[in-house]
């Protein structure tokens, strides 16, 4: 479900994909239920597409959220807006305890916490994941396994190189010959 539900840049909130257009798709906002277009020129992320930093990996922000509904017990996150960074970063260390500090910064905790409150009160359902999302997580995990199938009996066996043709005819020698061509003038009488 997370897939429909997009952040537009420069724009507060979080909007449900309605159509596409040809250069520009409509959304409709979660909050006010106001349907509006969004440009090609328009920076536009999907939620499905947002993954946390972790310490090892990256964490699906769907995850995330799902571990915010069980913390909060289904209710909203009522963290004041103007809370100092540390207790964001302790709020988020009880949701993902391995979130990685560095490049994981107060303004994204905060918008985590948005996004999750906004989806709450539209009453988007983000546990399930979209059959879409679990065939796609599938088919990438496939090839991967291929690869690193692929990997390693690469590993085991050198790869050979092929054997470079010998010549086996006779090499001739040539001498080269000089020549010069005299031309003949003759005078016209």
Known sequence: MLKTILSVSGKPGLYKLVSNGKNMIIVESLAD???LPIHARDKV?????IS???DEDETPLREVF???KKKENGAKVTLDPGVK???L???LAEVLPNFDRERVYPTDIKKMINWYNLLLDAEIAFEEEDKDEAAAKEESAEPKKEAKAAAKKTE???AKKPAAKKDTAPKKETKAK???NKSTVRKAK
């Open 33 to 35: 239920k106001r349907k």
């Open 178 to 180: 000089t020549t010069t």
């Open 156 to 158: 085991k066996a050198p």
């Open 52 to 54: 946390i930093y972790t």
């Open 66 to 68: 799902i571990s915010m």
């Open 85 to 87: 960074p540390e207790e």
């Open 45 to 49: 992320v999907s939620l499905g597409d």
């Open 89 to 91: 970063k302790k709020y």
